[in-house]
């Protein structure tokens, strides 16, 4: 764990950006922050409240699907504000970043199983 008194050796480098840039950046982790703890409520809801699916293991596997996808965005949401706080700093373009990609296509691919779902087994 980081000693939290001191501020990452980057923090130093180069100029201080316009704080509504930092407050922007700031607001982007809080927003992936609020995604990935949403992915792991739904993983929840899935695994505790919806009833069993018809193929054995789906639900499971779907729960799966959204935990691991909520645990990767929280770990990686730090590092993406840091990356764009210390190119800020030093005048450097913008990284870019995966995070979109994975959570957009584990979403779609949730999205698509139950709609195959509701499709082809019909209360």
Same mark, same amino acid.
């Given at each position: 764990?980081?000693?939290?008194?001191?501020?990452?050796?980057?923090?130093?480098?180069?100029?201080?950006?316009?704080?509504r840039?930092?407050l922007?950046?700031?607001?982007?982790?809080?927003a992936?922050?609020?995604?990935?703890?949403?992915?792991?409520?739904?993983?929840?809801?899935?695994?505790? +409240?919806?009833?069993?699916?018809?193929v054995?293991?789906?639900?499971?596997? +779907?729960?799966?699907?959204?935990?691991?996808?909520?645990?990767?965005?929280?770990?990686?949401?730090?590092?993406?504000?840091?990356?764009?706080?210390?190119a800020?700093?030093?005048?450097?373009?913008?990284?870019m970043?995966w995070?979109p990609?994975?959570?957009?296509?584990?979403?779609a +691919?949730?999205?698509?199983?139950?709609?195959?779902?509701?499709?082809?087994?019909?209360?």
């Amino acid at each position: 764990m980081p000693d939290m008194k001191r501020r990452p050796h980057w923090y130093e480098e180069g100029q201080e950006p316009d704080y509504r840039f930092t407050l922007a950046n700031e607001r982007t982790f809080l927003a992936w922050l609020r995604t990935a703890l949403a992915l792991l409520a739904g993983a929840v809801a899935l695994a505790q +409240l919806v009833p069993p699916f018809s193929v054995a293991g789906l639900r499971t596997g +779907l729960a799966v699907l959204l935990a691991v996808t909520g645990t990767v965005l929280a770990a990686f949401s730090y590092r993406r504000w840091a990356r764009v706080q210390r190119a800020m700093r030093n005048g450097r373009p913008l990284p870019m970043t995966w995070l979109p990609f994975v959570v957009g296509w584990a979403a779609a +691919l949730c999205g698509v199983v139950v709609l195959v779902l509701v499709l082809t087994h019909p209360r």
